[in-house]
């Protein structure tokens, strides 16, 4: 069972696109300025068996989408489960664009099994100091928004080029 709080269908913020957003339930940190509060308690939210999940998340992709984003709370904090979300996902439909947001650096998670089901991550914690509105896909200049492939092919962080088409119809 994975726990999540809510599944929206309609937002342009988190990442490029319409995009189909799941907000798992839980994050370890607590910063200073956090968007999601009522997502932070592990026992929080609601649980769904990952085989549902995904065929809910499923469902609700249509040709106007253009993936699927992971946020929170932390994704990661759950991430076995996630990768059973993923994978079911990617089985049935192999090319969804899926991103995923997370507390942890890309150095923390890069050897986790469910990376390479990732197309982006964009990660670190908030840090209200560095908050700049200007930005785009992320809340403060520590977090960045990372090609997970390449980065994981070549051993370096890559950064993803915005704009690349990711439209999925
Ligand atoms: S990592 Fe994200 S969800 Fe967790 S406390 Fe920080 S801002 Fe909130």
């Known amino acids: 069972m994975i726990r999540y709080g809510d599944v929206i269908t309609d937002s342009i913020v988190d990442g490029p696109g319409i995009r189909v ?3 798992l339930q839980g ?26 999940l995904a065929k809910m998340l499923l469902k609700k992709l249509t040709p106007k989408h ?7 709370g932390d994704p990661l904090m759950q991430w076995e489960k996630l990768l059973n979300v993923i994978s079911f996902i990617r089985k049935r ?11 942890y650096t890309f150095e923390e998670v890069k050897d986790l099994p469910v990376m390479e089901l990732i197309d982006v991550l964009v990660d670190g914690p908030f840090i209200i100091k560095e908050k700049d509105i200007s930005l785009v896909f992320r809340g403060s200049r ?9 980065s994981l092919e ?3 962080i890559r950064e993803f080029f915005l704009e690349k088409n990711v439209v999925n119809s």
């Open 142 to 150: 520590n977090q960045r928004i990372i090609d997970v492939s390449k």
């Open 66 to 72: 253009a993936g699927l984003t992971f946020s929170g």
């Open 93 to 103: 439909k192999p090319g969804v664009n899926i991103w995923v947001y997370t507390g």
């Open 27 to 52: 994050c370890p940190r607590r910063c200073e300025g956090c968007h999601n509060p009522s997502l932070l308690p592990r026992e929080g939210g609601q649980e769904i068996t990952e085989r549902e």
């Open 154 to 156: 070549s051993g370096e």
């Open 21 to 23: 957003v799941t907000f």
